[in-house]
Nanobody, 125 residues
């Protein structure tokens, strides 16, 4: 059984940094990609960053240049480094593995893949 556990969320002032981690257990095929999504109450869950097995990353335009996504060679730990945080980055952040190899506009099908429980990021101005 695949399980994803996020950590590293918290509260930070605008301009600050946070590092989110996602630890995966169970069998994760390297044909599965990893991604971070975020959601605020009343809005759709949106893609933030994604990485495929070649290490190619894509980012939402709103975080490009500020967030950096990486995965370890064992394909079991995902890290999202978030710099220059803004109040609009405030959301619940979710780690997922599955057919999420690129960040695409629009809501995500949460019935696909495996998801963590989320970690809250709050940025105050």
């Amino acid at each position: 059984q695949v399980k994803l556990v996020e950590s590293g969320g918290g509260s930070v002032q605008s301009g600050g940094s946070l590092t989110l981690s996602c630890a995966a257990s169970g069998y994760i095929s390297k044909s599965n990609c990893y991604a971070w999504f975020r959601q605020v109450p009343g809005s759709e869950r949106e893609g933030v960053a994604a990485i495929d097995m070649s290490g190619t990353t894509t980012y939402a335009p709103s975080v490009q240049g500020r967030f950096t996504l990486s995965a370890d060679t064992a394909w079991k730990t995902l890290t999202l480094q978030m710099n220059n945080l803004k109040s609009e980055d405030t959301a619940m952040y979710y780690c997922a593995t599955g057919p999420f190899c690129r960040v695409v506009p629009g809501p995500v099908n949460q019935a696909l893949g495996y998801w963590g429980q989320g970690t809250q990021v709050t940025v105050s101005s």
